[in-house]
């Protein structure tokens, strides 16, 4: 079980990016998948998720900005993100939850694998 984040790079405010969270070793559909995010001197937080039954939880920094799909043939998680802000500057993780949930929860104990992890600098 692999997981793959990429996608990260330097953006100015208001700009996009779609990272991608690609799977190896495992069928990502029926698993909740979560992206975090991890700024400097801060603890790790969560952004969003979706369940294996596609339901979706996000945090208010998100609602409106960041979206979370799945390519299912690609065995892949995008997390597009739109108006982005500098305080979005962090590290991002992609990570699966090997249950069967109909619901996620951006818990970090929730989830078992992770990804290394993409960076994401947002300039002002």
């Known amino acids: 079980v692999q997981l793959q984040a990429s996608g990260g790079g330097l953006v100015q405010a208001g700009g996009s990016l779609r990272l991608t969270c690609a799977a190896s070793?495992?069928?990502?559909?029926?698993?909740?998948i979560a992206w975090f995010r991890q700024a400097s001197g801060k603890e790790r937080e969560g952004v969003v998720c979706i369940s294996g039954t596609d339901r979706i939880l996000e945090t208010e920094a998100a609602k409106g900005r960041f979206t979370i799909s799945r390519d299912n043939a690609k065995n892949i998680v995008y997390l597009q993100m739109n108006s982005l802000k500098p305080e979005d500057t962090a590290t991002y993780y992609c990570?699966?939850?090997?249950?069967?949930?109909?619901?996620?929860?951006?818990?970090?104990?929730?989830?078992?694998?992770w990804g290394q992890g993409t960076l994401v600098t947002v300039s002002s």
């Open positions: 070793g495992f069928h990502l559909r029926p698993h909740s």
């Open positions: 990570a699966v939850d090997v249950d069967y949930k109909s619901t996620c929860r951006l818990a970090m104990i929730e989830y078992d694998n």
